[in-house]
């Protein structure tokens, strides 16, 4: 399945044919135009101990300017998909193993 890698510093040039190269860059403009729209915004307020889970191949995110009044504190933590994929693999395996003994 393709992915569009939105952000900036993990694009790559597009690995296609010449002729398609302009369409895409006007399609990828548009993408953009889209996704800074407020029309397709949802915003979320988060309290002290709240937590915020998305899948980074789904969700376009982002977060607003900080006031600077108060005090803040953000933590993001990445997981690699393969890495989740096989480590349930590996538990479902087990477990079929363990029920027919």
């Known amino acids: 399945m393709p992915t569009l890698r939105a952000f900036y510093p993990v694009r790559a040039f597009p690995d296609m044919p010449d002729a398609d190269v302009a369409p895409a860059y006007?399609?990828?403009?548009?993408f953009h135009q889209l996704a800074d729209d407020p029309q397709f915004e949802l915003t979320f307020r988060?309290?002290?101990g709240d937590i915020m889970c998305f899948d980074n191949r789904r969700?376009?995110?982002g977060r607003k300017a900080f006031s600077g009044?108060?005090?803040r504190h953000?933590?993001?933590i990445y997981i690699d998909r393969d890495e989740?994929?096989?480590r349930g693999r590996a538990l479902n395996r087990a477990r079929g193993a363990g029920a027919g003994h």
């Open 26 to 30: 006007e399609a990828l403009r548009r």
């Open 46 to 48: 988060l309290g002290p």
């Open 59 to 61: 969700v376009l995110h």
């Open 69 to 71: 009044s108060g005090k």
């Open 74 to 76: 953000l933590q993001g």
């Open 84 to 86: 989740i994929l096989s």
